[in-house]
């Protein structure tokens, strides 16, 4: 399906590229919906626990498309949500309804290998930095 806008065309084939990532980082081999429902996942997650500044200059390296998703449902007042290793995981695990070999801290690793493909290093480390040491480890 042609947009014939540019702009559109570029971010939905950003965003397939990052999911093939996925998959390959996985080992799903194509599951798309799968892809898409971790990576959402895993972002609504890590924007939960980000500060305001921090979770809007992570998305700034997201795909358009991938951003518009990130965004969805957030409420800026709400953040961050104070949450530890063990919660950060269940948030995920709450909106990921796929079992994973490796289990879902396999399945936060998986995404943030593929996404250091698409985003500049300097915006993970970044993130790293405002995160507990218990969940920043995770990536």
Known sequence: ???????FETTIQKTNSLLKDIDAEMGWGDRRKQAYAGLRAVLHALRD???????ANFAAQLPMLVRGFY???????????????????EAISQQFPFAVKGG???LVNGMMRALAKHIDPRALDDIRE???????DLF
């Open 71 to 89: 965004f969805e449902g957030w409420k800026p007042e709400s953040v961050p949500k104070k949450m530890h290793r063990e919660e950060f995981l």
């Open 49 to 55: 626990r980000l500060p305001v500044t921090e979770a």
């Open 104 to 106: 879902i801290k396999a």
């Open 1 to 7: 399906m042609a947009t014939q806008v540019e702009v």
């Open 130 to 136: 405002e995160l507990p040491n218990d969940i920043a």
